[in-house]
């Protein structure tokens, strides 16, 4: 797991949200959430667009167990999403800065990809 911050968390319920996090963002491509989360969620499927370019037997089993048995996540990075970004060499997603919560000055972003 790429993250050594811990966000207040034990390292099982980390590893969850960020995966959860991960399966928004697969799915929905476009999510919004607090900056610090955007940061973390980027570092975690970025790797995974990576891999998913060699659509081998081994890559796909090693994606569904980064994204905690979530098949249908890792078939729509191998499917749709790898392929799209075949010519790029990186920076899959994009963080953009949205506003301020007014309740609690939480920093928001919008995470997407490119």
Sequence with gaps: FPSHDKRGRERD???AF???LAEALILKERILTTEARAKEVKKFVEPLITKGKKPTLAVRRTMIAALGNRERVAKKVIDVLS???MDRAG???RVTKV????SDARKHALVEFV
């Excluded at 506003?99 to 007014?102: G, Q």
């Design 18 to 20: 960020i995966r959860s």
């Design 83 to 85: 392929p799209r970004y």
């Design 99 to 102: 506003f301020k919560k007014a």
């Design 13 to 15: 319920q980390r590893i």
């Design 91 to 93: 920076g899959y997603t």
